[in-house]
């Protein structure tokens, strides 16, 4: 069986969460059977496995709803993509897609790095289910991130196809040695400054938080940094602009918590990766982080500054701080990219099989 894995959406330079999942899953992947990536652009090879590569057309290109044409010269078995908006018209292969979220239904803000004529087709897309629903029904099988995710595309009846959840992973397993207290009286925010991301509230629960501050650890523009900082107390946040993996890591060890007010996720990679450091949680209360966080974290009203702040001041209590902290480490065993590995390769062969016959 030959499988060609879509890398193509890999960051140049540093990972965002998506170009984290695909580097790390085909890593893992590739310890169980030859894969082939698919990039676009030779930078990419810096931030992947010494793997074998082809080059494919841009992922965000006009082109893409007719990918599967330019694919078939490759002679794949079956193609896994880290998204779910390749083409499958004319595919000559089997084809399993990944659907993260279903966010941007309901949120419909358009990532700010698309070209404008990507945005407006991106935005159009969004409008109404049938499209995706079209699109998926296309292809052999699919990936969600998260049962909350497999059970919205259930509910939305996006697809007749298959639908097996595989869970991220870190780059490294839980730590071994505990925590008994943290570091500092510090908060870490990862992640983007979408809308939907709702990180002024944290900024405005700061108010109740006296001497703590809260580092941002993304890229950031002006206009989101002017705004965070007229919200938040002064000298209470800390901006990286685009920490290290370095940077975020030892930040991450010496925290409070992290915390996130996000009105809606397809998962959550930084609770696992805070976790897996014992840094407890202080999450806002949606399915999807009840799902990740289970004990390790407190939960509050996406609404409410004061009920995040109160989450976080409940962490002030030793005893409580060590229980989630060790509740953290344990949830966070259950997140391993070689076990999700395992998974992939059984839904890519089970794909493969089922179109040979």
Same mark, same amino acid.
């Given at each position: ?35 082939? &990536? &698919? ?150 925010? &990862? ?167």
């Amino acid at each position: 069986m030959k499988i060609l894995f879509d890398c193509r959406y890999t960051r140049i330079g540093r990972h965002d969460g998506i170009s984290r999942y695909g580097a790390s899953l085909v890593s893992a992947l590739a310890k169980l059977h030859p894969v082939t &990536m &698919m990039i676009s652009d030779e930078r990419q090879l810096e931030m992947l496995p010494n793997l074998a590569w082809v080059t494919g057309p841009s992922p965000t290109a006009f082109t893409e709803p007719l990918a599967a044409l330019y694919v078939n010269k490759f002679e794949p078995d079956v193609v896994f993509t880290p998204m779910q908006t390749m083409g499958p018209w004319g595919r000559k292969f089997a084809l399993v897609t990944t659907v993260h979220d279903l966010i941007y239904y309901t949120n419909r803000t358009p990532p700010r790095d698309l070209t404008w004529p990507v945005k407006l087709v991106w935005r159009g897309y969004h409008l109404w289910w049938g499209f995706q629903r079209g699109l998926l029904n296309q292809a052999d099988a699919h990936l969600a991130d998260s049962e909350t995710t497999r059970d919205l595309m259930r509910k939305h009846r996006l697809t007749k196809n298959p639908i097996t959840v595989v869970v991220l992973g870190t780059d490294s397993g839980p730590t071994e040695t505990p925590r008994s207290f943290p570091a500092s009286r510090s908060l870490v925010y &990862m992640g983007s400054f979408m809308p939907y991301k709702n990180v002024e509230l944290l900024a405005r629960g700061l108010h109740e938080l006296d001497d703590y501050r809260l580092h941002l650890m993304s890229r950031i523009s002006e206009a989101d940094r002017s705004l965070l900082e007229a919200l938040a107390p002064p000298d209470s946040l800390v901006f990286y602009n685009g920490a290290t993996d370095a940077e975020y890591q030892g930040v991450l060890t010496e925290a409070t918590a992290l915390v996130t007010a996000s009105r809606d996720e397809g998962f959550g990679l930084p609770l696992v990766e805070a976790m897996a450091v014992g840094t407890p949680l202080v999450v806002s209360d949606i399915p999807i982080f009840r799902e990740i966080g289970g004990e390790a974290a407190g939960y509050f009203d996406q609404d409410s500054a004061e009920a995040f702040a109160a989450r976080v001041l409940e962490l002030e209590l030793p005893e409580e701080w060590l229980r989630r902290s060790n509740a953290a480490r344990a949830r966070a065993a259950l997140f391993d990219w070689d076990r999700s590995a395992e998974t992939l390769l059984e839904v890519l062969s089970s794909a493969f099989a089922e179109r040979g016959r």
